[in-house]
């Protein structure tokens, strides 16, 4: 299996922060890499995909890049909204696998 | 809007097997570019994809579980299957259906979720 680590496990911030979540893959898995969102008691809902494809609906204000082995999601400016816990995922062969993922709280 | 839902029971005792349904609400189920999925989320494990299924029939599983998982489809109902067999407590989770948009094969993001189901095993 590809093993996914996100850092940090937990991050502190206020609204209009810059937030970067982090993602490290154990081997070079190209840029196929998506992004969830999940709020408390709510499925996971994809944010982005292919690294740093935006999907339909997604504010600007989220943007992911990266490539081989080292992602990050950034979100320019914080909005309440955004407090949640985000997950990394590959999909670079038939076995999809997630990060721990990393809740975004506040300060 | 598509929409995915699960449903099973939400109690299953050790040993046993655990039976959840997703009912897709969509026009068909038979596109070229998308799988059917079961994922799960625990406290202990976070989420865990368990398998996919396409519209042919065509599955594949995740190999630490693939012994005791099976995903079928029928696609004249509109509903994909999770069987998992010889539950134990580690099997407690939060069961999702998904669909898988594919990319090459059966590799992709997860686009449309559930709502998830719990399930317990608990004697």
């Known amino acids: 299996d590809i093993q996914m680590t996100q850092s940090p496990p937990t991050l502190s911030a206020s609204v209009g922060d810059r937030v970067t979540i982090t993602c490290r893959a154990s081997q070079n898995i190209d840029t196929f890499l998506a992004w969830y969102q999940q709020r408390p008691g709510r499925a996971p809902k994809l944010l982005v995909s292919?690294?740093?494809t935006l999907e339909s609906g997604v504010p600007s204000t989220f943007s992911g890049s990266g490539s081989g082995t080292d992602f990050t999601l950034t979100i320019r400016s914080l909005q309440p909204d955004d407090f949640a816990t985000y997950y990394c995922?590959?999909?670079?062969?038939?076995?999809?696998?997630f990060g721990q993922g990393t809740k975004v709280d506040i300060k | 809007q598509m929409q995915l839902r699960e449903s099973g029971p939400g109690l299953v005792k050790p040993s046993e097997t655990l039976f959840l349904t997703c009912n897709v609400s969509a026009d068909s189920m038979s596109t070229s570019r998308y799988y059917w999925g079961w994922l799960r989320q625990s406290p202990g494990k976070g989420l865990e994809w368990l398998g996919n299924v396409y519209y042919s029939g065509t599955t594949y599983y995740n190999p630490s579980l693939k012994s005791r998982v099976t995903v079928n489809v029928d696609t004249s109902k509109k509903q994909f299957s999770l069987k998992l067999t010889s539950v134990t407590a580690a099997d407690t989770a939060v069961y999702y259906c998904?669909?898988?948009?594919?990319?090459?094969?059966?590799?992709?993001?997860?686009?449309?979720w559930g709502q998830g189901t719990m399930v317990t095993v608990s004697s």
């Open positions: 998904a669909r898988h948009r594919s990319i090459v094969g059966a590799r992709g993001a997860f686009d449309i």
């Open positions: 292919d690294a740093s």
């Open positions: 995922q590959q999909y670079s062969d038939y076995s999809p696998t």
